[in-house]
DNA sequence: CGTAACCTTGATTAAGATCAATTCTCGTGG
DNA sequence: CCACGAGAATTGATCTTAATCAAGGTTACG
């Protein structure tokens, strides 16, 4: 990976060309397909990695085969980090893999393996980049608390709503793509396709929005916010 | 608060006797009694907090008065550390609050606020403390991730046996004493106290434990631990 | 074209929430 | 020391949401 890419990635926004060319050296780039596995839950920890290309989902998986997708890494995020700081001395007991599995849901994903080892050592000589790296645990500590607010606060429609509302990149915005399948949403929404069907079609119905296919119209916002909360 | 108790601290573990007294200056401690609210999301940040002694639960509401219980935080541990890096700047947009709100649950719990802005120059030049943060947050963002995880794939009486198994200090411990009421405990497992009196009894009847008030004997380890799996 | 993955629709079922009513527990004041 | 009352916990009857089961329909891609 060229290093004027990884100043993209968040983390590493504060190094000089220096250090990013270090680090440039010493990272593995894959490429993977749809439905490619990237890591297990069960496996050895190697590394963080970055998303520099592609779509990865981050889910887990129960026995009897259900599924739920906790994070979706879009390109030029981290994802995977976790673990780094929980194998350090003095940091509590156990050696810890990855949390989640990990998979590419669009063709041509490529991802960059951060060696575990390396950066830890440049972490400790660098405040910069472990501040972000406390901002961007920060951010994702929030996501989850929102998350399991959804899932537990409200019902299958609100959190639909909600979802669309949120998908927006402005208050403006009246259209959305959804990135992912509707398999996929309705994964990462705690319900299943059937149910996401028939939730889209009844906020259809009541006038909030218009489904075609992969696109969204809202086309009432304040409703659609007004009932999602 | 004296300096040494702060030693207890986990991301203070670190700092020299100089820099803990630092910061016991500039702390402000207070006490509060069951049901007393520490802080609710909608106020403006001050910094994070530290509970001392006692009990704390951080938790969400929902408009029509449903709660859920995101973390129980015990003493020496630190709770509300998340907004004191999204407000930096160059950290995304938005002033953000308390993502939660926190509540007393037992009488005399003591809580120490460490203002914001002190606490992030210390961090600046102190990669030791930074790096344990980054911990904290690692240890919190899988215990989220594990959350979302039974709340998601699981049904209520697995919740209830793995939240039983988990209880357990060792593999030998085989009697639990519940340190929240049923009613915080329902909260937490994403269930209401009807449905967790009916699953206590349930997985009494099956054989798995013994419930008396707010002890849990566990008489069938092997089984319980198969059962919430 | 043909096949597989994706999505939708309908009928049924089950888990757990809600509603309603006691019972239990424990701290407080007479 | 006992009685009272409030909060906590339990129990029963009913209802609602969303999962499950089953069958088609649609889309995309080799």
Do not use: W
Not at 28 to 47: A, C, L, Q, S
Not at 127 to 132: L, V, Y
Not at 195 to 219: A, C, N, P, W, Y
Request: aromatic share 8%; net charge positive.
């Amino acid at each position: 990976m060229a290093s004027d890419n990884l100043k993209k990635v968040y983390i590493f926004s504060g190094l000089d060309d220096n250090e990013l060319d270090k680090i440039s050296k010493i990272v593995k780039v894959k490429t993977f397909n749809k439905g490619d596995i990237i890591f297990f839950d069960t496996e050895p920890y190697k590394g963080f990695y970055i998303n520099s290309a592609g779509l990865v989902k981050i889910y887990k998986i129960s026995k009897d085969g259900k599924e739920h997708i906790l994070h979706l890494i879009t390109a030029n995020n981290t994802f995977a980090e976790v673990p780094l700081f929980e194998n350090l001395s003095g940091t509590l007991s156990g050696n810890f893999g990855y949390p989640a599995n990990a998979m590419a849901i669009e063709d041509n994903t490529r991802v960059v393996l951060v060696p575990a080892r390396l950066f830890l050592e440049m972490l400790e000589s660098n405040t910069k980049i472990c501040i972000k790296m406390c901002a961007g645990f920060a951010k994702r500590l929030r996501h989850l608390n929102n998350h399991i607010e959804e899932l537990t606060l409200k019902d299958v429609s609100r959190r639909v709503a909600g979802y669309i509302i949120n998908e927006r990149r402005s208050e403006e915005q009246n259209k959305i793509s959804l990135s992912i399948s509707k398999n996929d949403l309705s994964s990462y929404l705690g319900t299943i396709p059937e149910t996401l069907s028939r939730t889209l079609k009844k906020l259809q119905d009541e006038g909030m929005i218009e489904v075609d296919g992969k696109v969204i119209r809202i086309t009432d916002a304040v409703k659609l916010k007004q009932y999602s909360e």
